[in-house]
């Protein structure tokens, strides 16, 4: 059964430096997601990627897939305040099941 | 475009009560899945469904139990409700069960006394 694991689970950051959250999963997980949480709100999906060696840029987030060390990572840019929630990544291992990690509460400070 | 729409947003039932989600996702998207979301769990997949039929299911008791309609809308009920069942339920839909993003509704938040 995939397990999905995340870390940092917190990360406080300054605006306008830059950091990693990673997240590696124990089994063949065909994608995995980056959404995006709020408090009290809903996820907001961010990347979907699909094979080893994928690459996604949006703003100030990039994501990338290593397949073969089963690692996914989020890597955040000049970090602004509006960065500031919960992300999750997830990966699916059979149909469209999706196993989440356990989140990384990102605090961006002035 | 319209997203998914999940109601009600908000209820509290009391211990021993039935509750009924729903879900209605975006037009064209066939594939729906539910999740729990807790502080102590984090999120949990509850079951999936695609075109009416039941295609995955989570470790979740009995008493959650699901179905889809013909127009891809989903339900989800939970009978005889205990106070750990207090969560936002979240439901996912996408184009086909298994490639491509998946959209999340803004969620049902249960609260069980």
């Known amino acids: 059964e995939l397990k999905v694991e995340q870390n940092p689970l917190f990360l406080s950051m300054q605006e306008g430096k830059n950091y990693t959250i990673y997240c590696n999963y124990s089994?063949?997980?065909?994608?995995l997601y980056w959404y995006r949480q709020d408090p009290g709100k809903s996820l907001e999906s961010l990347f979907v990627?699909?094979?080893?060696?994928a690459v996604k840029q949006e703003g100030r987030l990039m994501a990338s897939l290593d397949t073969k060390a089963r690692l996914s990572t989020l890597h955040i840019t000049a970090a602004v305040h509006d960065l500031s929630a919960t992300y999750f990544c997830?990966?699916?291992?059979?149909?469209?099941?999706?196993?989440f990690g356990t989140g990384t509460r990102l605090q961006v400070t002035l | 475009k319209a997203g998914v729409t999940q109601t009600p947003r908000y209820l509290i039932k009391t211990r021993g009560q039935q509750v009924t989600l729903s879900c209605s996702p975006i037009?064209?998207?066939?594939?729906v899945s539910w999740y729990q979301q807790t502080p102590g769990q984090g999120l949990q997949f509850l079951f999936e469904?695609?075109?009416?039929?039941?295609?995955n299911k989570g470790n979740f008791p009995g008493r959650f139990s699901g179905r889809q309609f013909s127009n891809s809308r989903s339900e989800m009920n939970v009978s005889t409700l205990e106070l750990g069942d207090s969560a936002l339920y979240l439901c996912?839909?996408?184009?086909?069960?298994?490639?491509?993003?998946?959209?999340f509704g803004e969620g049902s938040r249960l609260t069980v006394l």
């Open positions: 469904y695609f075109s009416e039929t039941q295609r």
């Open positions: 997830a990966g699916t291992g059979t149909a469209s099941k999706l196993t």
């Open positions: 089994t063949t997980s065909d994608r």
């Open positions: 996912a839909t996408g184009r086909k069960g298994n490639t491509g993003e998946l959209f």
């Open positions: 037009s064209g998207h066939r594939s």
């Open positions: 990627l699909l094979s080893n060696g």
